[in-house]
């Protein structure tokens, strides 16, 4: 008797569960990951990497905000993934972490497939018109290092390092810092691939940034020797071209692999 009664409970739950309805809004873990590059060599932070002109360039501080990211679906559906997050290469001491590079992970993404990802370079002018007290729980915006009151904005994103133009001679070391911000530098990107949202693996879309397009890209380089600071500056002077040019260079040399 006690075996008919297992029996037939068991044939309940089995019956049960086969009636269950397909989950109308499956979801899925998604993940961006950033790598940094000398051309195509992985970027190891206070790491001489030797550019066109025979010097030595190290890269020190490299971070920047992410704003209003969203992934675009075939049926051009926008899935905003998050409002702003924050990219920083500053970990990448050795071979092994600039390989791994930054992680964004961002979990109950809805599944499908998608067309596109669209993200902003810097802190869009809403949350830019804020100020850290505002983000009490936001470790980026609410960090006060990451606002220059001088400008009322963010630090849109952070270039530092040295370079060496006479190697392996005396008087050569020039050390650079391109600190970017205010809402005229926000640099807007989108693109475009093909892919499926998975639910039950954690789907992956990479970045990489060629830092040496930062610098060196032709039509719009950055002499680091002659201009090696930059806090943006008032809008349309040289100093605030020059940071700007370092952001746009900056959104420029991401691809999408």
Known sequence: MKNILLFVFATLVLSANSCKKPDKNPKGDFKIIFKAFYDSNPLVVFTDYQTADGDNLQVHVLNYFLSNIELIKENDEVVRLKDIDFVDFNGCTD???????????????????????????????????????????????????????????????????????LPGAAGGDVSYLYHTGVDGMYQARSFTKTFTLE???????????????????????????????????????????????????????????
């Open 95 to 165: 071979l092994t972490k600039a390989n791994a590079g930054v992680t964004l992970t961002f979990p109950g993404i809805a599944a499908g497939n998608y067309k596109a990802i669209r993200f902003g370079i810097g802190v869009e002018p809403v949350q830019n018109a804020k100020e850290p007290g505002d983000f009490s729980t936001d470790p980026y915006l609410g960090d006060p290092g990451n606002y220059w009151t001088a400008w009322n904005s963010y630090i849109f994103s952070r270039t530092e390092g040295r370079i060496d133009t």
């Open 199 to 257: 639910t039950n693996a954690a789907t992956e879309l990479q970045f990489h940034l060629n830092v040496k397009n930062v610098f060196y890209k032709t039509g719009s380089e950055i002499n680091i020797a002659a201009s090696n600071v930059s806090h943006s500056g008032a809008v349309g002077t040289p100093l605030y071209n020059l940071a700007k040019s370092v952001i746009i260079n900056i959104a420029d040399a991401l691809t999408l692999q």
